[in-house]
């Protein structure tokens, strides 16, 4: 039974890191169509890009497998390898735990939590 368990987990673990690895690679590349014909924004190259979005998609999969911070309602941005996290968690120990998480990242230059706010309804 607890190796079922477990198998669930790492399948669950391989889906997530698998779907997040898609969107933020998609928004690189519809981003670099966009500059095709317009004055870009930003100085940063494609390869900064394409570590900012690894680095925000082993973020999301970090939360995903942590049972101490609640995925889903948590977003991830990163620019030039600062971390921003935004959205809403259930405690000051959850926003506490998504930002070690963040920072524990190889490539995470900083984390701005300051998007992060905790939920009025929190009873901790």
């Known amino acids: 039974m607890r190796n079922q368990s477990m ?3 790492t399948v669950l673990a391989a889906g997530l890191t698998a779907a997040f690895a898609l969107i933020p690679l998609s928004q690189v590349a519809a981003q670099d169509a ?3 014909g317009s004055m870009q924004s930003s ?11 690894w680095i925000t998609t082993k973020v999301k999969s970090e939360f995903g497998t942590s049972k101490a911070v609640k995925a889903t309602d948590v977003s991830v941005t ?7 996290l935004s959205g809403t968690v259930g405690s000051a120990q959850e ?3 998504a930002v070690r998480v963040a920072k524990s990242v ?3 230059k900083g984390v701005d ?6 939920s009025a309804s929190a009873t901790h």
């Open 7 to 9: 198998i669930r987990r």
């Open 34 to 36: 966009g500059a095709n």
């Open 43 to 53: 100085n940063q190259t494609v390869p900064d890009k394409a570590a900012d979005a």
């Open 78 to 84: 990163t620019v030039d390898g600062t971390v921003s």
């Open 95 to 97: 926003k506490l735990e």
């Open 106 to 108: 190889k490539g995470v």
């Open 113 to 118: 939590a300051s998007g992060l706010t905790v």
